[in-house]
């Protein structure tokens, strides 16, 4: 599959024989649950992009226990930030959730292509850049949100960055792994599932039915510290939307 098609904000601004190139410097792996990509403190010499399934990003503590840190989605990398940096080692651990095929590109290879490509640093730090400011809102809401809410914060967020109809889409990956990307047991996920269905919330499977935005956002966006500058909201209020909502 072409790099513009499996992450198009990151590669679209790269000529095609740019991606020629740089494709031909990645290796497929192919990885089962449990699997890591890599683990904190070994040599990051690769840069790693999802092309399918889920993989959890995570540190561990002197005494074990584990902290949740990100879940990546495919179309997203995996050791950009030991990229752009000289530290030389991975600074979290790379966990596969869901079996997972991922592009291997080898550092320095990659490093000389952002040389050479000056849109493909621009890219990549916007988007680290988005990443930074999603795990910050995901670190205010774990203080100040239910996890219901926090759980409808996110499928509202899903369904308007992939610009899904709300009133059914696919759950990019299984409820176990987003449990963990939310930092919730599985009890305490289903209970928030469950009072999500008093706002027109079902899960179905791998599908997702969201009947009652309005509920939504009086419920949840109220109640959240970033609501103000919440593009989601402002998504959800434009005019194509509300038709589409009403129809």
Not at 167 to 186: C, D, H, I, N, Q
């Given at each position: 599959?072409?790099?513009?098609?499996?992450?198009?904000?990151?590669?679209?601004?790269?000529?095609?024989?740019?991606?020629?190139?740089?494709?031909?410097?990645?290796?497929?792996?192919?990885?089962?649950?449990?699997?890591?990509?890599?683990?904190?403190?070994?040599?990051?010499?690769?840069?790693?992009?999802?092309?399918?399934?889920?993989?959890?990003?995570?540190?561990?503590?002197?005494?074990?226990?584990?902290?949740?840190?990100?879940?990546?989605?495919?179309?997203?990398?995996?050791?950009?930030?030991?990229?752009?940096e000289d530290s030389g080692h991975y600074s979290?651990?790379?966990?596969?959730?869901?079996?997972?095929?991922?592009?291997?590109?080898?550092?320095?290879?990659?490093?000389?292509?952002?040389?050479?490509?000056?849109?493909?640093?621009?890219?990549?730090?916007?988007?680290?850049?988005?990443?930074?400011?999603?795990?910050?809102?995901?670190?205010?809401?774990?203080?100040?949100?239910?996890?219901?809410?926090?759980?409808?914060?996110?499928?509202?967020?899903?369904?308007?960055?992939?610009?899904?109809?709300?009133?059914?889409?696919?759950?990019?990956?299984?409820?176990?792994?987003?449990?963990?990307?939310?930092?919730?047991?599985?009890?305490?996920?289903?209970?928030?599932?469950?009072?999500?269905?008093?706002?027109?919330?079902?899960?179905?499977?791998?599908?997702?039915?969201?009947?009652?935005?309005?509920?939504?956002?009086?419920?949840?966006?109220?109640?959240?510290?970033?609501?103000?500058?919440?593009?989601?909201?402002?998504?959800?209020?434009?005019?194509?939307?509300?038709?589409?909502l009403v129809s």
């Amino acid at each position: 599959m072409p790099l513009a098609k499996i992450a198009p904000d990151l590669f679209a601004d790269l000529s095609p024989e740019a991606r020629v190139q740089l494709g031909a410097s990645a290796q497929t792996r192919h990885l089962t649950k449990g699997d890591h990509l890599f683990r904190c403190g070994q040599v990051a010499g690769h840069v790693f992009l999802l092309v399918s399934g889920a993989v959890r990003l995570y540190r561990e503590t002197p005494e074990g226990k584990v902290a949740g840190l990100h879940i990546v989605m495919p179309g997203q990398l995996l050791g950009e930030t030991e990229l752009l940096e000289d530290s030389g080692h991975y600074s979290t651990s790379a966990e596969i959730m869901e079996s997972a095929r991922a592009l291997m590109f080898p550092r320095a290879v990659f490093r000389l292509a952002m040389s050479a490509h000056p849109a493909l640093m621009l890219n990549l730090l916007q988007l680290s850049a988005r990443q930074v400011q999603q795990m910050r809102r995901d670190r205010e809401q774990l203080l100040t949100l239910k996890a219901s809410q926090r759980l409808g914060c996110f499928l509202m967020h899903l369904c308007a960055e992939r610009d899904y109809a709300p009133e059914r889409f696919p759950l990019p990956y299984t409820k176990s792994v987003l449990a963990s990307g939310l930092g919730m047991e599985p009890e305490t996920f289903s209970r928030a599932l469950g009072q999500l269905k008093g706002m027109g919330v079902h899960l179905k499977g791998r599908e997702v039915e969201m009947s009652d935005m309005e509920a939504m956002e009086t419920r949840i966006c109220q109640a959240c510290s970033l609501s103000d500058n919440c593009a989601v909201r402002q998504y959800l209020r434009e005019p194509e939307m509300a038709m589409r909502l009403v129809s």
